[in-house]
Nanobody, 118 residues
């Protein structure tokens, strides 16, 4: 599975961005698609995830209430809607997939940079 994350950019604090993650080579059926981020000098952090089959979602505590995951079945694409962005949200954002009920993230996409200015 090849993943492509895009949609990053520069935004002012309080603004919004929507990231997308598309898969080539197969559909997301049977997978959970996750979002992670890594800021300079920091460890990778879980941001959110969505189960493709039933649409259930979860987000990390640091983004709860501001970020949301969604999917478009027809486009085989997962989105991360990011609202009320803060400078501390600045990071490289990655999407990844794991098989449903498995704990290992098997495939990772290249990251997309999100920069939030104050």
């Amino acid at each position: 599975v090849q993943l492509q994350a895009c949609g990053g950019g520069l935004v002012q604090a309080g603004g919004s961005l929507r990231l997308s993650c598309a898969a080539s080579g197969r559909t997301f059926n049977g997978y959970v698609v996750g979002w992670f981020r890594q800021a300079a000098g920091k460890e990778r952090e879980f941001v959110g995830q969505i189960s493709w089959n039933d649409g259930s979602t979860d987000v990390g505590d640091s983004v709860r209430g501001r970020f949301a995951c969604s999917r478009d079945n027809a486009e085989n694409t997962v989105y991360l809607q990011m609202d009320s962005l803060k400078p501390e949200d600045t990071a490289v954002y990655f999407c990844a997939v794991r098989r449903w009920l498995h704990n290992v993230w098997d495939f990772w996409g290249q990251g997309t940079q999100v920069t939030v200015s104050s």
